[in-house]
C-alpha cells in the first residue's frame, strides 16, 4: 500500500503532477489516503475538483476510496481508472487534461465573483491565474505557516 501524506504537515501533489495522462488523479489520491489514515486536515476528498475527474470518467469517489482501502497503488489505482468507467482514449485524456489545467474560473460567470475573492487572499490577479496555479498557491501559503 502506498503511505498516506498527513496533510495537517504538507500538501498534497500539485493538480498538475500527472499519472498516466491525468492530471488531479495524484492529488486525488493523497487525499483519499490521508481520508483513510485520519490525516486529510483542512482537504476534502470527494470534493468538486475531484468530481472533474471522476465525472470525466464516470467514476464515483466511492469507487476509488474502495479501493485505496484495500491497498491500491498509484499505478493500481490508474489501471483500474483505465478499464473502467467511460471508455477514453489517451488522445481524449490529454485533450482533458489540457482543457482542465488552463481552466480560469474567474471567466466563468458563476464562480467570478468567488475566485476574485480566494485570488485576492493570495494576491493573486484573478484575471490571468488558472484554477491550478490557485491551488498551488493556496498550498504554499497554507504551509509556509
Not at 487525499?31 to 468538486?48: M, N, Q, T, V
Amino acid at each position: 500500500m502506498s503511505s498516506a501524506k498527513d496533510l495537517t504537515k504538507e500538501p498534497p501533489r500539485s493538480p498538475r503532477e500527472r499519472l498516466g495522462t491525468y492530471v488531479i488523479l495524484g492529488r486525488t489520491l493523497d487525499k483519499g489516503r490521508a481520508l483513510l489514515a485520519g490525516s486529510i486536515g483542512e482537504y476534502h476528498y470527494d470534493c468538486p475538483l475531484d468530481n472533474i475527474l471522476f465525472g470525466f470518467k464516470g467514476v464515483t469517489g466511492d469507487e476509488v476510496k474502495k479501493l485505496l482501502e484495500g491497498g491500491a497503488s498509484d499505478e493500481d489505482v490508474l489501471a483500474w481508472l483505465d478499464a473502467h468507467g467511460t471508455p477514453k482514449s489517451r488522445e481524449e485524456v490529454r485533450e482533458w487534461a489540457g482543457k482542465v489545467e488552463g481552466a480560469r474560473p474567474y471567466e466563468d460567470p458563476e464562480r467570478k465573483e468567488w475566485f476574485a475573492g480566494e485570488c485576492a487572499k493570495l494576491g493573486l490577479d484573478p484575471s490571468g491565474t488558472t484554477l491550478f496555479d490557485w491551488l498551488e498557491a493556496d498550498d504554499r501559503v497554507s504551509y509556509a505557516r
